[in-house]
């Protein structure tokens, strides 16, 4: 992954969504960060925006058209349900406004792809909050299997599972874009396209959707060709896991919580040579927000940086509309 270029220049950012997820992680980050300005909020729960407004300061709009018309505003985060998405979304570009919009990007993978190039053509930059993309471990993990000692990538295994959670919200509505497949399943897939920089030459993708009113977990395996394998596996209500192996000729390697962690935590790699030799390297901390927050910041003046996000949400759309049809058809690959 290439290095973003930061300038001095603050924007105005406004916040889309006051879940607990935006109030736990994207608020803060926010209220940290050195490329952005808390302009206001909306939601749709008066109580809830005027507790971040007394908290954080800011705006507390009372409709979407008046935060979209704020001229104030530059960038839009969107933290509402999944399935709101695409609408929400629409309207931001249509507001000559940029976008950094929660995973997944819709619930769609034709939507996204739709998107992207509405936000291309008005020159917008579009963000899809993969935000463990940007943190130094991931980056590390590239660096290591895109060094030629590495050797050759021959399989990916790739876990992410959470157990019940006390407020799942939307994640319980199938019509809000809930699920494990849209919020879980999701990161290993971005992981693995990442890693990979190619969409496999088949996917094969089971999902458990029987006994709740939406999918609760899923394994999928792609193939790429080659003897180059990825295996992902996710799921609710089980005990909590975010870890991510790669298989290489020369070495191999496993990250723990590659997905989430907290500002603090010092993450590491588990690095072994061709004989099994451990070799440890810890990477300082930080936080995946801010850290996606400077590449945005970057891409809104920086054309190869704007380019970069507009390919990974790209390539992230390209993949789920591979793991929707393998859901449709088991002749998928064959």
Known sequence: MALYLKTSKRLGIALWGLGSHARKNILPAIAKSDVFDLIGVFTRNSDNAQQVSDEYGGRNWSSQEAMLVDQDVGVVYIATPTGLHFEHCQAVIESNKHIICEKALTDDGNKSLQLIEQAREKGLVLCEAFMFLYHPHFRKVLEIIQNASFGKIYNISCYFGLPELENPGFRQSKELGGGAFLDVGSYTFSAVVSLFEILPDSLTIEIDDQHSTVDMSGVAHLN????????????????????????????????????????????????????????????DPANSFIEMFNLVQSAIQNKDDKELLYQQAQQQAKMMCLAEEATKSSDYGK
């Open 224 to 283: 790429f060709g080659s003897m180059q394998h990825a295996y992902l596996n996710w799921g609710y209500q089980r005990a909590y896991r975010a870890e991510l192996m790669v298989w290489g000729e020369n070495q191999s390697l496993y990250a723990d919580r590659i997905f989430s962690k907290k500002d603090c935590f010092e993450a590491e790699i588990v690095l072994r040579n061709v004989y099994g030799q451990v070799e440890k390297i810890t990477v």
